[in-house]
């Protein structure tokens, strides 16, 4: 009779969950949420800087939402290719509504239409850019829950964590758009071809965000990939 030492290995069941898994928490916690603020908070930053034609947040926002896109689709096929087939549960159907509108996403921000009709493109992209980073948040906590998914339920602390993060972050950059908003107020002939005032700050509270998201996304992976 062979030990069991001398059997083979089988492979991990869970191993395609597991990558739909990190897909998910890179594209969202991390790049999604960097994205976002990018395109939201720092029109009036690095002004000087040209990138392709282009300004250097546009670049930046187009780089983080490409890899959102990108480990979305690629996750949502991922799990079909697991799951064979549809699975009737909230984090299936959340999920198909996510990946739907974060699919779309590069549609909406490359349509350029009339003047009118282009204000309504660019208010459902930012609508459907917001309402996609909290539905697949929401999907994370669901998929903790789920047996076949074999989660700890230590990522419900971690995934809120990130949440909070990404919360306090968008607070600190509100608070730097009111204190640049009220000095050009107060000064209004700043010279436009300078950042807007507080861009260092604004900077930093970037840099910190990034750093914390990353160190968020680790443990997360970790925790997902943990036997």
């Not at 107060?186 to 998201?213: E, F, V």
């Amino acid at each position: 009779m062979p030990s069991e030492l001398d059997l083979p290995d089988l492979p991990d069941p869970t191993v395609l969950i597991k990558l739909h898994g990190t897909f998910m928490v890179i594209a969202w916690i991390l790049f999604s949420s960097v994205g976002g603020a990018v395109a939201r908070y720092f029109k009036k930053t690095w002004v000087t800087e040209q990138y392709f034609g282009g300004d250097a947040w546009f670049l930046y926002h187009r780089m983080y939402m490409f890899f959102t896109w990108l480990l979305t689709c690629s996750g949502f096929i991922i799990i079909f290719i697991d799951m064979d087939g549809w699975q009737d549960t909230a984090h299936a159907i959340l999920g198909t509504i996510t990946f739907v509108l974060c699919f779309l996403q590069p549609i909406l921000g490359a349509a350029s239409p009339a003047r009118q009709p282009r204000k309504i493109v660019r208010f459902f992209h930012i609508l459907s850019g917001n309402v996609s980073y909290y539905l697949a948040v929401i999907n994370m906590f669901l998929a903790v829950g789920l047996k076949s998914a074999n989660l700890p339920e230590a990522l419900y602390g971690w995934i809120a964590g990130g949440l909070a993060l990404h919360l306090l972050a968008h607070g600190a950059f509100n608070v730097l758009d009111y204190m640049t908003r009220k000095k050009t107020a107060d000064h209004p002939m700043l010279d436009p071809t300078k950042d807007a005032s507080y861009s260092r700050w604004r900077k930093l509270t970037l840099m910190t965000q990034i750093i914390g998201l990353l160190a968020f996304t680790i443990v997360i992976v970790v925790l997902i990939w943990h036997e």
